[in-house]
């Protein structure tokens, strides 16, 4: 590769870690990212000059801030999914039966995303919000999805991003993982006691397209208090998976 080309890719590379550092820090000033990225201040000057030309940025007196360009963005990937589309009122409707929150997870570079959200009339406020990014292995979505994969991609995925304990009760070795997976893929969902947030509880499933591939799951999670017995083991996973029937029915024979 010549030169010219390693420059390139190295600031493109800087490029987007300023991205992410800019979303980490919530807005930051140059000294303040220089210093976090450990890149010297004109190279972080020189990169968001170009952002905010391009308004990708916004200044705020010394700072910086990512802009609402990026929603933008996200919006178009989302309008131009055509199975989200018909995904949204199937979450909807989890959170009006259930009360809770319910969710559209999707896997994306090893890593869980949410792309829908549905807010029940006893929803509690947590973390997931639209965008957000997870460890599978620490949510009942992520779970549901992994159960989904090779054995070969799950270890892809460990070996990558790790098992970071997000409570007490995430799941940290390798081998009790796979047993999880094994028993998800046995009852055909999978659970989340307080693995990802405690105080938390959370039912998920896998769900398919029309040609049989996977493409996310359907997550309903709610305060470990409510989401208990019968209720948690029971009911919920067959309104979830009665849900996720009637979808893939409807974009199978549409």
Known sequence: MKGGEQEGIKS??????????????????????ATRMDVS??????HLTTLEDHEYVIRDGQE??????????GGYVRRTNEIAKQIRPRIEELADKTGELSAYV???????????????????????GV???????????????LAELSPERVDEIIETHGLPAY??????EADELREELDAIRDRGFAV?????LMGLHAVAAPVYGPNDEL???????????????????EEIPELLLGTITEFQLDITYA
């Open 215 to 233: 493409r996310g799951a359907f997550n309903v999670a709610g305060p470990s208090h409510r989401m208990k017995g019968d209720w948690f083991t």
């Open 131 to 145: 965008g957000k990014r997870f460890h599978l292995h620490s949510l009942a979505a992520g779970k549901a999805m």
């Open 41 to 46: 201040k004109s190279t972080i000057h020189r």
């Open 12 to 33: 493109n590379e800087t490029l987007f870690q300023l991205i992410e550092t800019l979303k980490q820090l919530d807005g930051a000033g140059v000294t303040e990212l």
């Open 64 to 73: 910086f801030r990512l802009s609402l360009k990026f929603l933008e963005y």
């Open 192 to 196: 989340d006691r307080q693995e990802h």
């Open 167 to 172: 409570t007490d009760n995430t799941i940290t």
């Open 106 to 128: 999707v896997e994306e570079h090893g890593q869980g995303v949410f792309v829908f959200r549905g807010i029940g009339d006893n929803a509690v406020g947590t973390d997931a």
